[in-house]
């Protein structure tokens, strides 16, 4: 099996997404867009929004990118954008950042050309409508085009029933990425209304999805992206990048790239004696003063809770202010 560039870093949890539009003139029935994002145009890079482009090199730095994904929504809706961000991202981390961009769009010759230089590598999405005519389509002229101009360009597409379809193409493309079909808020009634469940209460795979793509799978340029790898490896990798540049001396790291450290929220009064108590009584780094609370060490919390007045609790989150994942009282 042969990876795209774009998939090895992604394994390594080094590429960022760049999210660039919910915008998108198709409307697929499996779309796995969240309400919040749908039609709308703003900007996240993995998945904080963006005010300001330096915001984009700002999140890249803190996962030491090597690589960055830009998804949609429709990309080429907004292409001055997305020039504007991959100029950016080049100029910043060097030609070598590697840059992949998903479409629906089968891309013009004119597009192919302003994006010559600052995407790496493309990855079309052709839907479901066209698999049985593939050969006929704007998708393969594109495939040819973009190839003569040096890009590397292949198909990702969802695990739909019909996909060996799309063997017939597999002579064109560098690769073919098969994403499992996920079951998401935006998308459980048209899948409910086509007799899909999800496999178990765990995850957000569809069952039988990986059995539609077992003939596809057979040949040596398709990869299949399980929706399990997507949370266990490539996120887990990219939160221990994250995590490693910006967790605090006293955040504690766990193994699933989430940190974890303790709370004391206190009325007013009581912060500032407690503050001046923990600066007289614990080690420099070992805590931090916010605006209502006070963040230490968790195993410094529960140490001294019972000497501490207030609320204690301890939190795992994503790092660099992301999800909170639990809460635990002390
Ligand atoms: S092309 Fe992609 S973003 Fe657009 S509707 Fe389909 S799945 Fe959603």
Not at 162 to 186: H, K, M, R, T, V
């Amino acid at each position: 099996m042969s990876l795209s560039k774009g998939c090895v870093l992604c394994y390594q949890g080094a590429k960022m997404v760049l999210f660039v539009t919910g915008r998108c003139y198709r409307s697929c029935w499996y779309c796995p867009l969240s309400g919040e994002r749908k039609g709308t145009d703003t900007v996240y890079a993995n998945e904080h929004p963006v005010d300001v482009p330096a915001q984009i090199i700002e999140e890249a730095e803190n996962m030491s990118a090597l690589g960055t994904g830009i998804t949609g929504g429709e990309p080429l809706l907004c292409l001055d954008k997305v020039t504007m961000y991959c100029r950016l991202l080049k100029d910043h981390f060097g030609p070598d950042h590697h840059i992949h961009l998903y479409t629906a769009k089968a891309p013009y010759d004119t597009e192919l050309s302003r994006m010559e230089g600052l995407v790496d590598e493309i990855r079309l999405h052709p839907p479901r409508e066209c698999w049985n005519t593939i050969l006929d389509t704007d998708y393969i002229r594109s495939v040819k085009r973009a190839k003569e101009m040096g890009y590397s360009i292949g198909f990702e597409v969802p695990a739909l029933p019909g996909l060996e379809l799309l063997i017939p193409a597999l002579p064109y493309l560098d690769f073919l990425n098969i994403n499992e079909l996920e079951w998401g808020d935006s998308n459980a009634y048209e899948m409910r209304s086509r007799g899909h469940e999800p496999a178990d209460d765990q995850h957000n795979a569809i069952q039988g999805a990986r059995e539609w793509a077992d003939e596809l799978c057979r040949h040596d340029n398709v990869h299949w992206c399980s929706s399990a790898f997507k949370d266990s490896v490539q996120l887990r990798e990219r939160l221990k990048r994250i995590a490693e540049n910006t967790a605090r001396s006293f955040d504690e790291i766990t193994p699933d790239g989430t940190i974890v450290y303790g709370v004391l929220e206190l009325p007013l009064q009581q912060k500032e004696i407690c503050t001046q108590l923990c600066e007289q009584v614990f080690e420099p780094g070992s805590f931090e003063t916010c605006d209502d609370h006070i963040e230490m060490a968790w195993w410094l919390l529960e140490k001294n809770a019972d000497d501490l007045p207030g609320k204690k609790y301890v939190v795992e989150r994503y790092p660099n202010g992301g999800m909170i994942v639990e809460v635990t009282p002390l």
